[in-house]
């Protein structure tokens, strides 16, 4: 560190302000999210959705500390090795991938001594022994008839070189990484081992040596800011960024409102950060708790049945009286338990009763299990069979719904108290167990267990007697002792739901006596426990999977994930919803997720970590860089749904959450989109910005939906004093079915640092020709980058969308280095209420700068003339039929580019509309309504172009085609030339060859025309 010279970066611009390679980042945060439950921290909490993917961070953070040199180039590939995003790396990360076949590396590769590396099966004294001996690859084994392997004394160096060698017959990045573990599942030691003299040569001006990222990082810190450097996140939620920026080697704060945000981050750091020394022993902590939990259920002996096999889940459901017959009628959507072994659950009648017993049958007839679908909840009511009569009656009737005079919904249901924990006996809605699914006692103790399905037995019901039993003696005692919650379910917009369609008004009523008296033992196992701190974060996991809102999977749902004949949990929507039926996970079946704590293979060392639960504006630290990723217009509402389990964690947080507020604060959560959101923004925005040195950096990220959250989101950044250095466009997500569109989103990148002391007044008309100088210098730099990388590496950087996002920052740095536009602060801006459709001058200067980059972004292939002299919707075909032969089908591209060319309906030219199939139309698929006088692109010079082509692909004769453009174009001769330009466009771009040939046709027809008339 001698050499070093502290804050000798102190004002040198960060990497991330000039380059980033957006488009690999996309593919390696997408690769991240599709891991599911294999992402590092899902383990954690897997209802906490939407934690960013670690790799963004990890490149956000590098692209931060970084410092630019004056080669842009050379930055750039420096950065891509410590991402592992370089030849090497991918090298690395293929060969411990290992799915490329020896064969196909066959195939691929040029190799003149194959045998130094591969082995065959061809024995000495066969007679094509020698002849193989002496071939070299590329060889097609299938061909030849022959097996071939790795040999086993291959060193890994040599094993190294031919995973180089194949991957580089492969051109794209994303064909490349494919083949590749992703970065963070590889030994890190050993995966950046080649890149640290590359790196240390790079950075020798500024005495920088290191061996590992965390050095790097340290070091960077030091030349930045004197010290290691300081990352803070305000809005923590689920950990993504604190744990990476920590996994690098950062200090680290990490704040947020929320507690359980507070506590999934706490445990990202200290759990699956942890040392594998530290990590036994999390494990161990864990194990045992998990085992006090067995002996004492065993001790009740309340999940065994008399023969010894234990169960794996029960099936509960609701019951209500049917107001036509006076039965009481089992409600579910459907009687089916499972698919896969035919079981069902079958309703008879009980006259002397009037309700139904409830038979378990297994192995049953197709036309049974068609039956047993039926249930007896369909479309909002109660639906069943008696004596040969249907009756149907609304749940909202059974509920008794009414309305209030002001319009206000309100029904019968009686409000449970808070000393409820099942239905009274003359409550409208009653619950019932109606099924068990057990494990057999021979297989209790192996990996491979086998299942049945029972009705609920005497036997069973007895039990259940018995816990009710026990639950009714001590209940009180174990809500006053934070057992078992004893708070009640505030209002709201998703907290309504439990009261409004069960009457359930306090946390514990959505769980059934069973459940509660396992989470009691739970709760004070752990309690007891030496190290209560790495177990409490489970109970949060264990209450999502065993509550009465769990719904019974019969088959792989889509929608809810996992296998059959299993349990679903509350959070696989963003929800609260009541099932009609429910499944509750036995011990023995949650058990083992205890005896696992998904320690990562690359620990946290030792840095400085504080937690805080505190609103961000309250932030009282000063951060060299904040990485933050804040809740905004339709987000989750965490500030509700996690009450689910605050209600369970906030009477006996054990040390350090002890000193936190367990509290949901719902009035200090920054939500929705209104003036509020903005108010809240602007403060807490303030708030860092203050708690920031003036080199300080800040990357925010937010989903890209429309065009007025980027409007806000700048005005809400400008008022806090804060200037938009770069933006970033990162495809990260795809939005699950659940909710509508099924839309590919991506996240935004925005670069801020402080804005300069003092005023600085403008006008718009002032601002704009500047921004179009920004946006120009700008975008032909990255364009010369371009250039130079495709030249090396044969693949651009940048493409289109990331030069148009780049347009947009240069825009809107010009602009937020203003204190007052127009007259007006920027703070009353930001906070002055919108109105409906109202333009803001950010909207403006950001469609100046979509304008000032479609502008150069002329697509490859088509004169500069016809590009600026054609419509929105023209560019918008003409721009993504060029994205497509490079082979784009992302629906977010097509998205972003409709609204940067202002097409008033891309969807009419889609072909298809699929997140990551998406594609124009073709020539051919338009039909005759796309291409009327009142469509946006039949009435384009490339809608005339269209029927022209259609007309030919039909055999009209040409010069018929012709004199029907002339007629339709009163200009036509003007803009002949135009017309040409689009159709050798088409001609050397669209997909089909036949519509390739005709457009050849097309264009040496209007060539040849001399005159008007011909
Ligand atoms: C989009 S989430 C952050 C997700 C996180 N980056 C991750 O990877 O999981 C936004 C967070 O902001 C928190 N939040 C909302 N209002 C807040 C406020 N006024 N102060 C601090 N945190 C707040 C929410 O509790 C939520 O955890």
Redesign the pocket.
Known sequence: MADLTPNALHDTPALIEAVFPAQKVSFEAQRERKAGPAQT?TGLGSY?????PLIL?RAVLLGCLLPQTDNSEKDLEIFEKLMAFDDEGLARRALIQNTLKPKEIAARINLDTPWNFFSHNIKKDDPVFYDIEAQTFPMNCAEKGINIRWRRDISEQDKLLIYHKTLNTISSYTEKASHCKRPEEVDQTWLYKPVWPAVNSHYAHLGLEASSHQELIEKLGILRFGHRPQVG?????????PFEAARLGCDVYA????P??CM?TWSAINIIGADPEQGAEIEKSQREVAEIVDKEIIRLGIEHDKYGNRAKAYLYCLEARCPETGWMVPMAPSWVISKGRSVIAKLIPDYNHKRFDIKVLSGVSATEMIAAEQGTVKDGALVYELNGKTHFTPIKTLRGDYRDLSGNTYNQLRHWEKNDFKPRQDDIFQERLYAVQWITRETLDQGRKEYFFTEATPNVIEKENAINEIVKLNLNKWQVEGLVPDMAIEPGAKTDEPIRTRGWTHWHHLFTPRQLLLLAILQKAISRSDHPEFTFYKIANTVNWICKLCLWATSPARATGGPGDNSVHVFYNQALNTPMNYASRSWIDYMSVYNKSGISNSPVSQINFKIKT?????IDEDIDVYI?????AD??H??EI?EFFIAWLRKNPPPPFDKWTWDSRRA????GSGDDFRR?MVD?YSAMANHMPDNGIQCV?FTHQDTAVWSDMVGIFWAAGLQVMGAWYIATETTSELKKGGYVQGTVILVLRKRSEGEKSGFKQRILPAVRNEVKTQIEQMMHLNEEVEIKMGEPVFNDSDLQMAGYAAALKVLTAYTHVGGEDVTSFALRPRQRGETTVVDEIVQQAAEAANSLLVPEGLGADTWHSVSGIQRFYLRMMDMETTGASKLDNYQNFAKAFRVTDYTKVMGNMTANKARLKRISEFSSRDLTDITEFGNSWLGRVTIGLQQLLSETEPQIVISQLQADLPEFMEIRPVLIDLLEFIQNKAPETEVREVAEILANRLRNLRALGQ
């Not at 996140?233 to 960024?241: A, K, Q, W």
């Not at 704040?255 to 929320?258: H, I, R, T, V």
């Not at 505190?614 to 309250?618: D, E, L, P, R, T």
């Not at 200090?668 to 939500?671: T, V």
């Open positions: 921290l906490w959705k939407g934690r960013k961070v996140d305000t809005f923590c939620g689920g950990g993504s960024i704040s947020d409102l929320n359980i945000a999934l505190i609103n961000a504006q309250n933050t990723d804040p809740p905004y987000a989750v965490y500030h996690t200090l959560a920054i939500k809240g807490a990220m």
